[in-house]
């Protein structure tokens, strides 16, 4: 009953709304994404994960908090996108994507060129996408990879500090992790022109 309050299948799927759209790409057990809703109600955050923990623990902590414009899917958010409509979505999240880090696993990784042409598709001109990654050579994958797309430009220069006109001043689950660990995080900001 609580999941069905927040959640949708893509049989009922709309976002008929005259908010700006903020999607947050596997949202873990939704910490960011409760706390980007409570800071930005004018917006509509759409969010997708495939553990449906992290799906329940969110929709809870919506639940909890009252908060009403969210909207979470359950599931490969490559499935999602093909229910946007071209260039609806102001800001894409991707915080901590899993790095595959095994040299075999690589090709998994979801912010490849392939699946990057594919987020650029719904997301609005001067839309941006905001990246948080713990795993230097998926840093300079990243960058490799958004220097070869002539459609973005580079918007925070010093990707060691994090821009809080981007991110929030919260940590998530990793992010902890990772400092906790002596690891610096590296903080990306596209802009599709």
């Keep these: 009953m609580l999941h069905k309050k927040y959640s949708f299948s893509l049989a009922n799927f709309s976002l008929d709304t005259k908010k700006k759209i903020w999607l947050e790409v596997g949202f873990g057990n939704g910490q960011h994404l409760v706390e980007l809703a409570k800071r930005d109600p004018d917006k509509l955050i759409v969010g997708s ?31 999602l996108l093909n229910f946007f409509k071209y260039g609806s979505v102001d800001r894409v999240y991707f915080l901590f994507p899993d790095p595959w880090l095994k040299k075999r696993h690589k090709s998994r990784r979801l912010l490849s060129s392939t699946n990057i042409e594919f987020f650029s598709k719904v997301l609005k001109s001067k839309g941006v996408i905001c990246i948080a990654t713990d795993v230097e050579d998926y840093h300079f994958e990243i960058e490799e990879t958004f220097s070869n797309l002539t459609q973005f430009q580079k918007l925070h220069a010093s990707p060691k500090e994090k821009n809080l006109s981007f991110f929030l001043d919260v940590k998530t689950k990793y992010e902890k992790k990772a400092i906790n660990k002596g690891i610096s995080p590296s903080y990306l900001v596209y802009k599709n022109v």
């Excluded at 329940?56 to 909890?64: H, N, V, Y």
């Design 49 to 79: 994960e495939v553990y449906e923990n992290g799906v329940a623990s969110t929709c809870f902590s919506l639940f909890q908090n009252k908060i009403e414009n969210v909207r979470v899917f359950h599931g490969d958010v490559r499935i």
